[in-house]
């Protein structure tokens, strides 16, 4: 998968260096550049603001950068795409997009579909993920979405947010995505970034070393992930529960699936509201009854208690 990440703190994603995500663009799995967005500009003070029309706190990004930065992101995975952004010739932009120092991945593990797809129309276009406190949510259900696709594209806005008109111009080249972290607000959209590409990037085959720990956590099933414990099996006169040494695994499976419905009765009443009654197996109603659950109207429920 290629991932290009335009941000005017192109530090800010270093971290994408490190675990296992530093580890896997090291062996050319996922191909991550990061640029400046500041590279795009053609004044001398390298501007990417300016104050927004019809007043109000705070600056807005400018339009041009960002149609100048994307466009060199499409000419670099497909020089046919930039010819289609810019409604003819390809950008005549020469700003380098520039990848983080120690960024050796920056030319392996491409496979673009766009430029082996044939006639445009044919070609898939780039998806372009807006960060935003505007968007919709973020959540394991996207992160899947986006681990099938060959290229993401993602636009870290700061300030008041980017020139609407630049958002337009994209939905042309790219399909865009406006995708917030959660409702509260970030000073920019480099943290939900990193928050997205390790989600979607722990999916890609060959990310994860054990690949079923994958199918074993919070929200690959609708439901938070189990009570996990370690050595020494009591600690602080703290003793773990018995069942875990039972060595029954029937049993440890059983326990582990009623725990992840009462946490996630606690915790996400609303993920709980959400689950599937008609997926619940028959063991599954039998210990979820025996426990205190209910389906009332096809929802699962459980009192307070
Ligand atoms: N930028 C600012 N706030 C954000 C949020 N909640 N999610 C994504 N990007 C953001």
Same mark, same amino acid.
């Given at each position: 998968?290629?991932?290009?990440?335009? !941000?005017?703190?192109?530090?800010?994603?270093?971290?994408?260096?490190?675990?296992?995500?530093?580890?896997?663009?090291?062996?050319?799995? $996922?191909?991550?550049?990061?640029?400046?967005?500041?590279?795009?500009?053609?004044?001398?003070?390298?501007?990417?603001?300016?104050?927004?029309?019809? /007043?109000?706190?705070?600056?807005?990004?400018?339009?041009?950068? #960002?149609?100048?930065? $994307?466009?060199?992101?499409?000419?670099?995975?497909?020089?046919?795409?930039?010819?289609?952004?810019?409604?003819?010739?390809?950008?005549?932009?020469?700003?380098?997009?520039?990848? $983080? +120092?120690?960024?050796?991945?920056?030319?392996?593990? !491409?496979?673009?579909?766009?430029?082996?797809?044939?006639?445009? !129309?044919?070609?898939?276009? +780039?998806?372009?993920?807006?960060?935003?406190?505007?968007?919709?949510?973020?959540?394991?259900?996207?992160?899947?979405?986006?681990? &099938?696709?060959?290229?993401?594209?993602?636009?870290? *806005?700061?300030?008041? *947010?980017?020139?609407?008109?630049?958002?337009? #111009?994209?939905? /042309? +080249?790219?399909?865009?995505?406006?995708?917030?972290? /959660?409702?509260?607000?970030?000073?920019?959209?480099?943290?939900?970034?990193?928050?997205?590409?390790?989600?979607?990037?722990?999916?890609?085959?060959?990310?994860?070393?054990?690949?079923?720990?994958?199918? &074993?956590?919070?929200?690959?099933? /609708?439901?938070? &992930?189990?009570?996990?414990?370690?050595?020494? !099996?009591? #600690?602080?006169?703290?003793?773990?529960?018995?069942? %875990?040494?039972?060595?029954?695994?029937?049993?440890?499976?059983? #326990?582990?699936?009623? &725990?992840?419905?009462?946490?996630?009765?606690?915790?996400? +009443?609303?993920?709980?509201?959400?689950?599937?009654?008609?997926?619940?197996?028959?063991?599954? %109603?039998?210990?979820?009854?025996?426990?205190?659950?209910?389906?009332?109207?096809?929802?699962?429920?459980?009192?307070?208690?």
């Amino acid at each position: 998968m290629r991932i290009d990440v335009v !941000s005017i703190f192109p530090e800010y994603l270093a971290a994408l260096d490190l675990s296992l995500i530093g580890k896997a663009r090291q062996d050319g799995v $996922l191909d991550v550049r990061v640029h400046d967005l500041r590279s795009f500009t053609t004044d001398r003070h390298r501007t990417v603001d300016d104050t927004p029309y019809g /007043g109000g706190a705070g600056m807005v990004m400018k339009a041009e950068p #960002w149609a100048l930065a $994307l466009e060199a992101v499409l000419a670099d995975a497909s020089p046919a795409g930039a010819a289609d952004a810019a409604g003819g010739a390809p950008a005549a932009h020469d700003g380098t997009a520039d990848a $983080l +120092p120690g960024d050796g991945s920056a030319t392996v593990g !491409s496979t673009d579909s766009a430029s082996s797809a044939g006639t445009p !129309s044919a070609r898939r276009r +780039p998806t372009l993920v807006v960060p935003s406190p505007a968007g919709a949510v973020f959540d394991q259900a996207m992160a899947y979405e986006f681990a &099938e696709l060959d290229h993401l594209v993602f636009a870290c *806005g700061r300030y008041e *947010g980017i020139d609407e008109r630049a958002i337009d #111009w994209a939905r /042309g +080249p790219f399909d865009v995505r406006p995708v917030s972290l /959660g409702d509260y607000v970030l000073n920019g959209g480099e943290v939900a970034v990193l928050a997205m590409v390790e989600a979607v990037g722990r999916l890609i085959p060959g990310v994860v070393g054990n690949p079923e720990s994958l199918l &074993e956590e919070s929200h690959a099933d /609708g439901l938070l &992930e189990y009570p996990v414990y370690t050595k020494p !099996s009591s #600690w602080r006169g703290r003793d773990i529960p018995e069942v %875990l040494l039972s060595g029954n695994h029937a049993r440890i499976a059983q #326990w582990r699936r009623l &725990e992840q419905f009462h946490r996630t009765a606690d915790r996400r +009443p609303d993920l709980l509201a959400a689950v599937d009654t008609a997926t619940l197996t028959k063991a599954d %109603l039998t210990a979820l009854r025996a426990a205190g659950f209910d389906v009332v109207d096809g929802m699962l429920t459980r009192p307070p208690h």
